[in-house]
C-alpha cells in the first residue's frame, strides 16, 4: 500500500469548534493530519452540488476539500443505489471531481434489499441475494462507466475473523456471482476489517506475524480477501471492535487503525491494498456505535506521524 493511500472519512459536514456540541473541529483536524485523500458520502456530496443554498455546510465541504487540493472518494449508499437516476450520479461525480466511488455498502446486512440481515450466513436463507447484488453492480457498472474514475465495488460486512468463530458458508457463492461483475466493470473491490484488539506501540508489527494474534489474523484475511477477485482491495472501513460493555479509547483505537497501515504499507501481503480508511472521523454514531467515531485531536497528531513516516 502507498502512505498516500491512507484517506480519512468524514461521514457528515465538517465542522468548526464554534459549531460541535464537544468542541471538537474537523478542519482543523483535517488539516493536522496531512493526508491526501478523504471519503465523504455521495448523498451528501449531491445535495451540496445542487442545492447549495439549503445545503451549505455539504457544499463548503466540497470546497474545502478542493481548496486544500485533496483527493475525493465518495461512497454511494444503499440509499443513493436505490433513488439515484443514473444521469444524476454522473453529473454529482463530475462536478464534485471525486477520483473514485464506491458502489453500494454491505449488502449481505441489507433486510429491505436482499432479504439479508447481520448474523445470516452469506445467502442460505435467501439464496437469491448475491444474484440480485450482482446484477445491482453490473447496472451500476455500466452506468458509471467511461467517467475517467475508479470504480469500486461495495464490500461485504464484516464477519468475525477468529479462532472462535462459528461457520459462515456461502462466501464463496456470492464470490461466484460478484467477482465475474467486478473483474470486468469495476477497479476495486471494497473490504471491511474491524477486530478485538492490536499491539499499539509495536514498532515492527509488519515482521510479526507469527509473533502476535491479531496481526496473524489481519493478515490471514488480507491473505484471503486478495483471493477472492482480480481487483485491488480498497479497505474503506477499519477499527476496533469490543462489543458495547468494553469501551476503547479514540487514541487507541486510531493508533490501531494505523498498525494496521503500517503492516498494509510495508508487508507484502499489503501490496494489493489501495486505499485504507478508519471509521470514522465525525458523525453522530444513529447508524453505528457512538464510540467509533474519532474526533479527538490526538487521534490525527498520530495520522500525521505515520504520513510523515516517523
Not at 472501513?237 to 462489543?243: A, P, S, V
Request: proline residues 7%.
Amino acid at each position: 500500500m502507498n502512505r498516500d493511500a491512507f484517506t480519512l472519512f468524514f461521514s457528515r459536514p465538517l465542522q468548526r469548534a464554534s459549531e460541535t456540541t464537544d468542541g471538537h473541529d474537523d478542519w482543523a483536524n483535517l488539516d493536522r493530519s496531512k493526508v491526501k485523500q478523504v471519503m465523504f458520502p455521495f448523498g451528501m456530496a449531491a445535495l451540496g452540488l445542487s442545492s447549495p443554498g439549503d445545503h451549505r455546510a455539504e457544499q463548503e465541504t466540497l470546497q474545502g476539500f478542493a481548496q486544500r487540493g485533496l483527493r475525493l472518494v465518495l461512497r454511494m449508499n444503499p440509499q443513493d443505489c436505490e433513488r439515484t437516476d443514473p444521469n444524476t450520479a454522473r453529473q454529482v461525480i463530475q462536478q464534485s471531481g471525486a477520483r473514485a466511488v464506491i458502489v453500494h455498502n454491505e449488502p449481505d446486512w441489507d433486510p429491505v434489499r436482499f432479504g439479508m440481515k447481520w448474523g445470516d450466513d452469506w445467502g442460505n436463507n435467501n439464496p437469491n441475494a448475491a444474484r440480485a447484488y450482482a446484477e445491482m453492480l453490473r447496472r451500476w457498472g455500466q452506468a458509471l462507466s467511461n467517467l475517467g474514475v475508479q470504480l469500486v465495488a461495495g464490500a461485504l460486512a464484516m464477519r468475525e475473523w477468529s479462532g472462535n468463530t462459528p461457520a459462515l458458508p456461502g462466501q464463496i457463492a456470492w464470490r461466484e456471482w460478484l467477482a465475474p461483475v467486478i473483474n470486468d466493470l469495476y477497479q476495486g473491490w471494497g473490504a471491511h476489517y474491524y477486530n478485538y484488539d492490536w499491539p499499539v506501540g509495536n514498532p515492527t508489527p509488519w515482521a510479526s506475524v507469527e509473533l502476535d494474534v491479531n496481526i496473524g489474523r489481519f493478515a490471514s484475511w488480507l491473505h484471503w480477501w486478495s483471493s477472492l477477485s482480480h481487483r485491488p482491495i480498497w479497505i474503506d472501513e477499519c477499527n476496533l471492535d469490543r462489543g458495547p460493555n468494553t469501551p476503547i479509547s479514540q487514541e487507541f483505537r486510531m493508533r490501531a487503525c494505523l498498525g494496521k497501515a503500517a503492516f498494509c504499507e510495508r508487508h507484502e501481503r499489503g501490496s494489493r491494498v489501495a486505499m485504507f480508511a478508519p471509521f470514522v472521523s465525525n458523525g453522530f454514531g444513529n447508524a453505528y456505535p457512538p464510540g467509533m467515531v474519532m474526533t479527538d485531536p490526538v487521534c490525527y497528531d498520530w495520522v500525521r506521524t505515520f504520513m510523515e513516516g516517523r
